[in-house]
């Protein structure tokens, strides 16, 4: 089912945000609000499309977002600190994890670094992009897409439950995003272990980049992975990883 009028977003100041740019097509979210940041949009903008005809992943990965199958969105802050900025994709996840919770049927798990999962099925991802001007960020670009329907062809799938609106899941997730966005420094302990609870990747052996099993994750949001007795311990900084039993 397409979106419909009865459809309606959220307003801007409704979400204690500066502006909301919906469009019925983009290529991308996330291109139109590198845009709009560039052309000095402030922080607290968020781009919300019906459809994306080429969005975008990590690694350069595209995808067409159909109407009616997701919600599809980009938010900018103009974040000035670049720790934070290195782990904000796993506090993102945490954000999404605490907000969707309510909204689905199963157990929330984020799978390092950039996934939710409910089940063996991904219910969303997550896309940070930062720009800089010399050494200090001028503004980051939080992009989400959330599973409303199951994607053509996608049977291992999660997605939120049928009564859910696009503007039920906006109303839960943008205020805790920008909370997200507006923390500093590194992982604190209670995040990392607020992670643990819902780590789809702990104790699973890895089989690539690294093989070995996955320990957890660090203040610095790598991924801990042990090489055995003799080989110790290692980190993964960046990249996908894939399992022994998938």
């Given amino acids: 089912m397409d979106h419909a009028k009865g459809d309606e977003l959220p307003s801007a100041s409704a979400l204690g945000l500066t502006r909301v740019e919906h469009r019925a097509s983009l290529t991308s979210t ?5 845009e709009l940041a560039a052309s000095g949009a ?6 919300v499309a019906d459809s994306q005809a080429r969005g975008r992943g990590r690694s350069g990965n595209h995808w067409a977002s159909a109407n009616g199958a997701g919600l599809w969105m980009t938010l900018v802050e103009r974040a000035t600190d670049a720790p934070g900025i290195a782990v904000l994709s796993l506090r993102v996840g945490l954000a999404l994890a605490d907000g969707l919770a309510p909204l689905v049927d199963g157990e929330i798990q984020l799978k390092w670094p950039n996934d939710v999962f409910v089940g063996m099925g991904k219910l969303a991802g997550i896309l940070i992009e930062a720009r800089w001007r010399g050494a200090a960020v001028d503004w980051v670009a939080i992009g989400v897409g959330i ?16 009564s859910a ?3 039920d899941l906006i109303a839960a997730l943008v205020p805790r995003l920008r909370h997200a966005a507006a923390r500093t420094g590194l992982l604190t302990e209670a995040e990392i272990v607020a992670w643990h609870a819902r780590d789809f990747a702990r104790d699973r052996l890895l089989r ?8 957890g994750i660090a203040a610095d949001g790598a991924l801990r992975v042990s090489r055995g007795t003799d080989d110790g311990e290692t980190t993964i900084r960046s990249g996908s990883v894939s399992f022994e039993d998938q």
């Fill in 208 to 215: 690539g980049p690294v093989t070995g099993r996955v320990l």
């Fill in 147 to 162: 599973n409303m329907r199951a994607p053509a062809g996608v049977t291992s799938a999660s997605v939120v439950r049928a």
């Fill in 165 to 167: 609106t696009r503007a």
């Fill in 42 to 47: 402030p922080g607290g903008l968020l781009v």
């Fill in 30 to 34: 996330m291109d139109l609000a590198h």
